[in-house]
């Protein structure tokens, strides 16, 4: 098994691209610049239209906020 856990670091005003950023909807979003990333993570939402892993060109970026909590990864 491999774990990764990255803490919380000391935050920036605005991180630089790419980052994690998360919506007011719940979604968590890997940016590589502004308005294109990937479907990380749906939250709560219902099964919508975009599926896990689908990379978009048009995200409204005022629904979105820098990522800024834990990440663990784990390969089981």
């Known amino acids: 098994m491999i774990k990764v856990t990255v803490g919380e670091q ?41 599926e896990i892993g689908e990379y978009k060109e048009t995200w409204k970026m005022d629904l979105f906020t820098d990522y800024n909590e834990l990440i663990t990864l784990q390969n089981a």
Request: glycine residues 10%; hydrophobic residues 25%.
């Open 10 to 50: 000391k935050t920036q005003s605005e991180k630089p691209f790419p980052k994690l950023m998360k919506s007011i909807y719940g979604f968590t979003v890997l940016f590589n610049n502004e308005k294109c990333g990937t479907l990380l993570d749906r939250g709560e939402c219902e099964k919508g239209s975009m």
